[in-house]
């Protein structure tokens, strides 16, 4: 996993059998769910595509602006009045809309070329301070988008059940990028597994929740429309939003855990598996606190303005707390961190026993005989 400061012993051929036989079904089962669940052609709604071009504002003169395509080509177009809308200068890119009737209006900034760029600096920062790991972790952040985008997504919207297709979704992904990123190893082998059943527990946690709480997913116009009109199951789509993000911070808990009792083994080959756990668990728990903390701010940085209306309310805050838009928040956000704390015994545990048969059988398997036994 790139962790250690020096050569790793070997894991024992028992370790390496125990671990085949977990992950291997599991990656048989992915596979053979992708293939039944791939969506096909999924049918979109016909609607009028109006045409966009993209243009640069020359001049603004109150509500229009004269906006220039090319050095032929520059059209009159109205600006956005309505309260809340962007501003726009000379000299601004923008989206002009044809309205087909020899009118135009601009619709929006243009942010491609700012996209791009924060893209750009983004993958430049990450290469180079993680190098190769920066690489594989881009590489790894692609193929999360690409099964999202390719299979999870269209999947719902096909009418699969949707809790069904996120975990599906999840395991594959968790496959996929945790080997890609980290390397074919028996330490990332122990943080799949550990990631694998801290999932299934927040799956279980989240279908009782949401029974208990009596939450429909219904809180906004988007999950009303995809509930009316595309006839997707809301409240199973509310549980695959659950899965899917605990997915993200479950994998880096369980990295770490299992990278940190990897680098404990190494730096203490006398630690039984006992002092491995304990010693491991007390990185997990500040691991833990700081992660909480990130998962409460996120949330209240996504949901601030729900949050200043809330606070300018004079709602009792325990009605406000009951309501179906907050306590979604809170079932999704409880869930999720007790998902992600239970992923540290789980995985550290794991980690230290396969530790501790490489650490005491470190000649039973030859190095080089199989990708999997290193880490």
């Given amino acids: 996993m790139g962790h250690s400061h020096g050569p790793v012993a070997p894991a024992d051929r028992t370790t390496v059998l125990a671990v085949l036989a977990v992950i291997l079904p599991l990656a048989a089962a992915t596979l ?61 890119k923008v989206v002009v809309l044809d309205l087909q009737d020899g009118t135009y209006a601009v619709s929006d900034h243009d942010r491609s070329s700012s996209l791009w760029l924060f893209g750009v600096a983004f993958a430049l920062a990450v290469i180079a301070f993680g190098r190769w790991k ?148 007390r990185v997990g728990r500040a691991h833990i606190a700081s992660v909480i903390n990130t998962i409460v701010l996120a949330y209240a940085g996504a949901s601030l303005p729900l949050l200043l209306l809330i606070s300018v309310g004079n709602e009792p805050l325990g009605e406000v707390l009951a309501g179906p838009v907050v306590a979604q928040e809170l079932v999704r956000s409880i869930v999720g961190t007790i998902g992600l704390v239970a992923a540290v015994p789980i995985t550290t545990a794991l980690a230290a026993l396969t530790c501790r048969r490489r650490t005491r059988s470190a000649g039973d398997v030859p190095e080089r005989a199989h990708d999997l036994v290193t880490g």
């Fill in 134 to 281: 920066g690489i594989t972790a881009l590489v790894g952040l692609a193929i999360t988008f690409g099964l999202l985008l390719t299979f999870v997504l269209p999947a719902i919207l096909a009418g699969q059940p949707p809790l069904l297709v996120a975990v599906v979704g999840a395991a594959a992904i968790m496959l996929i990028v945790l080997y890609v990123t980290h390397g074919v190893t028996v330490p990332t082998s122990v943080a799949v597994i550990g990631t694998l059943v801290s999932l299934a527990l927040t799956g279980l946690l989240s279908l009782l929740a949401i029974d208990w709480a009596h939450l429909t997913g219904v809180t906004d116009d988007s999950s009303f429309l995809l509930g009316t009109s595309h006839q997707i199951n809301t409240q199973g789509l509310l549980l695959a939003s659950i899965i899917i993000g605990s997915l993200g911070v479950l994998d880096d808990v369980t990295v770490t855990q299992a990278a940190t009792v990897a680098e404990l083994a190494h730096a203490n080959p006398g630690y039984t598996a006992r002092q491995l756990y304990r010693a491991a668990t």
């Fill in 32 to 92: 053979v769910a992708l293939v039944f669940l791939w969506p096909g052609d999924v049918k979109k709604a016909e609607e009028p595509q109006i045409p966009e071009l993209i243009g640069v504002i020359t001049s603004v003169s109150g509500e229009k602006a004269i906006v220039e395509f090319s050095v032929f080509h520059q059209v009159t177009a109205m600006l956005p009045t309505a309260p809340g809308s962007a501003t726009f200068a000379e000299g601004d």
